[in-house]
């Protein structure tokens, strides 16, 4: 009888220990699945709060003074060939005379480098040519008869001052151009606080731009920091002067309140 009690009661004890166990472990399954799905909730919510994030931020950069401004990519972009492009040269036979397909795309923006403005453009590519006997170039230049003729030589001074084909250093400085005549308070303006933050929201912008290329340059990163500290600077200080012309300078480079009088910290990295 004692045998049979103490057999009973170990089996008894066996089964609570084994029901105890698996009691546990659904337990833990289902504390981790609950956990999951707040990590899960939790990633949603912050990638949502980085896309309305980076809306606002979109929407305070539609000023009209930096979608005036040029950007090398979209310049690139510009000069590309496209399929249509060669769909239509070759329905119009345009042909050259060593019997390749000439496909060009021309660089007629308006905008050009090295100070160039469009009445002097006018006057070197259209005037300059036609007063010459041999035009710009000399003919040991061409290559070809065609290339001798005005209108040709024309064509390819203008193609040589056009922003499209400048390099990035001529970019920038035709967007610190464009900041001296948009904020300039008088002609030939270039040390007022207004202009001096637009210039070093284009160079901040490039800056911008190389970084997001570039992850892993941590020096510009800080020449980077240096320059929005230099911004915020000016516009304090223009703040000092006039209340009025520092909160209408903010909306035109598309900056907050925040941006320019918070502490501003060296980024990681600029989405």
């Known amino acids: 009888m004692q045998l049979v009690v103490r057999s009973t009661c170990r089996g008894w004890a066996t089964?609570?220990?084994?029901?105890?166990?698996?009691?546990?472990?659904v337990v833990q399954g289902k504390r981790l699945s609950n956990r999951k799905a707040e990590l899960a909730a939790q990633r949603a919510a912050e990638a949502e709060a980085v896309l309305q994030a980076k809306e606002r931020l979109r929407k305070l950069k539609d000023t009209g003074f930096l979608n005036s401004l040029a950007h090398p990519e979209r310049l690139f972009e510009t000069t590309q060939i496209t399929e249509e492009d060669k769909a239509n040269s070759l329905s119009s036979d345009n042909i050259d005379e060593s019997g390749g397909d000439t496909v060009r795309r021309n660089a007629d923006?308006?905008?050009?480098?090295?100070?160039?403005?469009?009445?002097?453009i006018r006057l070197i590519t259209d005037v300059a040519p036609k007063?010459?006997?041999?035009?710009?170039?000399?003919?040991?230049f061409m290559h070809s008869p065609a290339e001798n003729s005005p209108e040709m030589?024309?064509?390819?001074?203008?193609?040589?001052?056009?922003?499209?084909n400048s390099n990035a250093k001529g970019v920038v400085h035709y967007n610190i151009k464009r900041a001296i005549e948009t904020f300039g308070r008088s002609e030939g303006d270039s040390g007022s606080a207004e202009v001096q933050a637009a210039v070093w929201t284009v160079r901040i912008n490039q800056m911008e731009d190389h970084m997001r290329a570039n992850r892993k340059d941590h020096q510009n990163r800080r020449a980077y920091t240096k320059l929005l500290h230099k911004?915020?600077?000016?516009?304090k200080y223009l703040k000092r002067e006039s209340l009025e012309r520092y909160y209408v300078c903010l909306k035109q480079l598309g900056l907050t309140k925040d941006m320019v009088e918070g502490e501003i910290l060296q980024p990681k990295h600029v989405e």
């Open 231 to 235: 911004r915020a600077k000016m516009l």
């Open 109 to 120: 923006s308006g905008q050009y480098s090295c100070h160039v403005q469009p009445n002097e």
């Open 15 to 25: 089964w609570q220990s084994a029901r105890a166990v698996h009691t546990s472990t």
């Open 153 to 164: 030589q024309g064509d390819i001074v203008r193609r040589i001052v056009a922003l499209e």
């Open 131 to 140: 007063a010459g006997g041999n035009g710009i170039f000399g003919s040991h």
